[in-house]
Every structure is written in C-alpha cells, then in structure tokens.
C-alpha cells in the first residue's frame, strides 16, 4: 500500500497518541513491512498537538468515523483502534489495515488517495464522532 501521487491532505495527531502509533508501527515492521511503513511515514508527517488541542472532527484512535471509498461509493461506519482491539464483528478496524492506517489523522471532509494492489482508491471522510 501506498499514498498515491496526488498531494497528500495534512494530519493531525495527538501526542500521545503519535507515540502508541509509532511503537505499533515498530512492532510491525517484520511481519507487515509495507503497511508498517506506511503508517510510520503518515505519522511522521502529522502535525502533533497536545489532547486538548485535538479537535473532534478528527479521526483519532477510539473515535468513530464515517468514511466514503469513492470507488466503489460504498459508505462505512468504524472506529480506529490499536491492532489487539481490532474486531471487525463490531466495526473496530485496525490502524495497521489499509484503510485505519489511510484514515488516521484525517479531518472531516478531507480524502486520502491510495494506491493498493496497483489500484488507485480515494477515501473520503463524511463523520467524525459518535455516529446514529
């Protein structure tokens, strides 16, 4: 996986947050190298702000988000987590998948072009936060 060659929209991340993110990261590097790089370089690039300066249209570990693959057009509701409280039955993805690692740091309306699998995909974020 990879940012595909359209300008990448900035991102925001949390302090704290950019450490847990980076150590998983780390941790992954052997088993999922392309995807653990990705994730690096993302965070890498994010602006740090401290909790109280995160604001809440921001996709950030824990929090919901509703998301658009401007693809297929499909529109998906989940919530970013950590790779051990990942559980697809109840729509926690993973921030090491292709689209938790592509969402992270995103603000609403923002979009993120990818490349996966030689595919060009665009996703877009419609919600942040608790969603009905």
């Known amino acids: 996986m990879s940012r595909a060659s359209r300008p990448a929209p900035p991102l925001l991340i949390e302090r704290g947050q950019y450490e847990r993110l980076r150590a ?46 401007e693809a297929s057009g499909a529109i998906r509701s989940v919530r970013v987590v950590l790779p051990h409280e990942a559980d697809p039955a109840t729509q926690r993805i993973s921030v090491l998948t292709p689209v938790g690692a592509a969402l992270i740091g995103l603000r609403e309306a923002q979009r993120m072009p990818w490349t996966l699998k030689g595919e060009t995909r665009v996703l877009s974020v419609l919600r942040v936060g608790e969603l009905s």
């Open 24 to 69: 998983v990261a780390l941790a992954a590097l052997d088993a999922l190298p392309e995807l653990a790089g990705t994730l690096l370089d993302e965070i890498e690039r994010a602006t740090l702000v401290g909790a109280d300066a995160l604001p809440a249209d921001v996709v950030a570990l824990g929090r919901a988000v509703r998301y658009q693959d």
